[in-house]
């Protein structure tokens, strides 16, 4: 069926240094892939997406790219703030009637001060 | 502002207990979706609507029903409670049927079945 992986589940930085998170989907059919943070206790919320038909998205400190091919997107946050602590979720969207989310399993990023 | 709220933050219910939890979107969206979130498993789907009284399965659907009489409000059903449902419900909306709309979630509510 219809999977999203995520990698890795957990990740420590130093306060600084860039952090990369990466997903594999499997349904070739996806076209949309959203980056969802969410803050502890809160809900999650977008921060950043990117179409099928697009490489790479930027926004400020934080990127997407996208490899159609290999099916692989990546999160990238440069110069990692105590503030970007949280848990991460990418997803791929799949028609069913309407537009759903696969969610993958999420990465839990620590910003060491 | 998108406003996705649920009627409760925290529940605990017994065992066979027939529970009801509530969404409401303020927005006009036409989605309406309930997951499930544990540890380690992520955001899993368990029931999704396109419009007022239609619903489809997620992956996870057993143990669950829903129901949607009005477009704002999608209702998730645990017939009778498990303690295996013990985890945070998260409800979400999104407009129309573009790839590209984003899902607003609401607050979450975790709830505790003993």
């Known amino acids: 069926g219809e999977n999203v992986e995520q990698h890795p589940s957990t990740l420590s930085v130093q306060e600084g240094d860039s952090a990369v998170i990466k997903c594999t989907y499997s349904?070739?059919?996806?076209?949309?892939f959203p980056w969802y943070k969410q803050e502890l206790g809160k809900r999650p919320q977008l921060i950043i997406d990117?179409?099928?038909?697009?490489g790479e998205k930027k926004d400020q400190r934080i990127a997407v790219t996208l490899n159609k091919t290999a099916k692989h997107f990546s999160l990238h946050i440069t110069e990692t703030q105590p503030e970007d602590s949280a848990v991460y979720f990418c997803?791929?969207?799949?028609?069913?009637?309407?537009?759903?989310?696969?969610f993958g399993t999420g990465t839990r990023l620590k910003v060491l001060a | 502002d998108v406003k996705v709220t649920q009627s409760s933050r925290y529940l605990v219910k017994r065992t066979g207990e027939k529970v009801f939890l509530e969404c409401v979107q303020d927005?006009?969206?036409?989605?309406m979706f309930w997951y499930r979130q544990d540890p380690g498993l992520g955001l899993r789907l368990i029931y999704f609507?396109?419009?007022?009284?239609?619903?489809e399965k997620g992956d996870i659907p057993e143990g669950y029903s829903v129901s949607r009489e009005k477009k704002e409000r999608f209702s998730l059903i645990l017939e009778s409670a498990s303690t295996n449902q013990t985890s945070m419900y998260l409800c979400?909306?999104?407009?129309?049927?573009?790839?590209?709309?984003?899902?607003?979630f609401g607050p979450g509510t975790r709830l505790t079945v003993l």
């Open positions: 979400a909306s999104s407009l129309g049927s573009s790839s590209y709309n984003e899902q607003f």
């Open positions: 349904d070739s059919a996806s076209n949309y």
């Open positions: 990117i179409r099928s038909n697009v």
């Open positions: 997803a791929a969207s799949l028609y069913s009637g309407t537009y759903k989310y696969i």
């Open positions: 927005m006009d969206h036409e989605n």
């Open positions: 609507s396109y419009d007022v009284k239609m619903k």
